[in-house]
């Protein structure tokens, strides 16, 4: 283990797999419980409704629920990464994951293209082509 910044606060630190050094972790979790508080009385809320009233960082309530720790039943939205719609799961809402299917689907036909067309070998194959 080596020496290391915590991501956090930016105190100098043992290396350990969470990343942040114990003060931070300790306030992390208090951060956790006072979420948890505020979602068992607003069980519909965005992560900007969770951040007004806690006052823990936005990045802080990304985190946890990307490591979902904060799940059940109750209903979290948070933006889509590409246009900022309101989403519940994932990283991307539907229209946007569509949109990258889409256009992963054209690449590929594409791509496929000149393979469906005829081989032509020889020494004359393109006498005829303008």
Do not use: W
């Amino acid at each position: 283990m080596g020496l290391t910044n915590c991501s956090g606060c930016g105190k100098l630190m043992l290396d350990n797999p969470r990343g942040i050094c114990p003060d931070c972790y300790a306030q992390e979790e208090q951060d956790e419980l006072a979420i948890v508080e505020f979602l068992r009385e607003k069980k519909r809320s965005s992560v900007e409704d969770i951040h007004k009233a806690t006052g823990v960082k936005y990045k802080t309530i990304m985190r946890m629920i990307q490591e979902k720790r904060i799940l059940s039943d109750m209903e979290i939205t948070y933006p889509c990464e590409s246009c900022g719609t309101p989403i519940l799961q994932g990283r991307l809402c539907a229209s946007c994951n569509k949109g990258i299917l889409d256009q992963l689907m054209k690449s590929e036909q594409t791509r496929q293209a000149p393979d469906m067309l005829p081989k032509q070998t020889g020494m004359h194959t393109n006498f005829f082509k303008k």
